[in-house]
């Protein structure tokens, strides 16, 4: 008796959001490197600021929600048990911090966050971190001709959306509070309830004046594509938000170099910059701002406006971030079977950095092409 041989399954190509098409589109040789190779890329200094931060407003906000800790404010010993139990989760994962300086302006920002932004958000949430993911067609398997290669036509994307509010105009914790005053100014408040998408980063909020048409190009308003590509996987198993929140943390706790950027946006008074008034305390203190001072001037309340960037999400503009998202996957794709057919990395794979930031941080660098002459 003869027994068939199975044919071998062919697997649907999975991409992350963050890991996957994020990082291609920061640089598609470095993401290579990091992402398909033993290199020992996590104990980057950026890599472990984001990931501390987040996981310590992530777990603040579910010990909250459990009845293990009150409502913030907290105090600094309850703040320095939270940071030692996330900074020992992540030595697990080999993801550390050896500079003295990055740690202590991470605990610093933990606290601004846990302290002012924690009251604000902590009641409204209603879940948190929620999986969510969704399939798509690559651009050029459209159609009937997608039919013939089933299971390389389309690909399976998946994320994590940080938290979901449930709010209404009439909900009393949002008197007075930042949040409302900056979903209004959209129109995005209504007497019933509605779902908002809160997306977290560990970064200052972005100078959309200088979003040239070449930065543009470069993906530098990466912010917003990911909150609607987020917002588009959260209604594919759920009532699509009505907004995106994205939440810039280091607002909370400026740098010295931020609050100089700031101090020049105040007198040139720049376009779609976040100014404070002209006759407000806030642009008073950046006014008679000094070189070196640590301490923020900033009060709450406008370092809270400045965190916060609101998103309206429509299906024209979701639709308008997916397909950046599948020409990305496309991409990467190519990227991959040019390696494959090719056996060379360096000539397979997209140098599309334009970031001397992102050079510096990169563990390919000393051998890189692109890097020599930056």
Avoid at 270 to 277: A, E, G, I, K, S
Avoid at 284 to 311: C, D, M, N, W, Y
Avoid at 326 to 331: F, G, S
């Amino acid at each position: 008796m003869s027994l068939s041989v199975r044919k071998s399954q062919q697997l649907q190509p999975v991409f992350s959001l963050s890991a996957d098409l994020q990082n291609f589109l920061q640089c598609g040789l470095q993401y290579r490197y990091a992402r398909n190779s033993q290199l020992p890329w996590s104990d980057s200094p950026q890599l472990w600021f984001g990931r501390f931060v987040c996981d310590c407003l992530q777990q603040a906000q579910l010990q909250v929600r459990q009845g293990l800790q009150p409502q913030p404010p907290w105090d600094s010993g309850q703040i320095e048990q939270l940071c030692n139990m996330v900074t020992a989760r992540l030595q697990t994962e080999q993801i550390v911090c050896r500079s003295r300086t990055k740690q202590q302006n991470a605990l610093q920002c933990v606290t601004a966050a846990i302290n002012h932004l924690g009251p604000v958000l902590f009641p409204l949430i209603s879940a948190g971190p929620v999986p969510v993911s969704g399939s798509r067609w690559f651009p050029e398997m459209n159609g009937n001709a997608a039919t013939h290669d089933t299971p390389f036509a389309h690909f399976f994307l998946t994320g994590t959306v940080p938290a979901l509010l449930q709010i209404s105009a009439t909900d009393r914790s949002l008197l007075d509070s930042p949040l409302r005053q900056a979903l209004q100014a959209h129109g995005l408040m209504s007497d019933e309830h509605q779902t908002v998408l809160v997306d977290f980063k560990t970064a200052h909020r972005p100078d959309l004046h200088r979003n040239t048409r070449h930065a543009a190009a470069t993906n530098a308003d990466s912010d917003h594509w990911r909150a609607l590509v987020l917002a588009w996987l959260l209604s594919q198993q759920a009532e699509p938000p009505t907004a995106a929140v994205v939440v810039y943390l280091r607002e909370l706790w400026p740098s010295a170099a931020a609050l100089r950027r700031l101090r020049e946006a105040c007198f040139r008074r720049t376009p779609d910059v976040l100014l404070p008034n002209p006759d407000s305390p806030d642009a008073a203190l950046l006014t008679e701002l000094h070189h070196g001072q640590q301490q923020t001037p900033l009060s709450s309340e406008f370092r809270l406006q400045r965190a916060f960037r609101i998103i309206p999400v429509t299906q024209a503009n979701m639709q308008a971030a997916m397909q950046t998202t599948d020409h990305t996957a496309q991409r990467i794709r190519t990227c991959q079977n040019q390696e494959v057919r090719s056996g060379h990395i360096l000539s397979a794979w997209e140098r599309n950095n334009h970031s001397q930031v992102t050079c510096t941080a990169c563990r390919a660098r000393t051998w890189c092409p692109g890097f020599h002459g930056k």
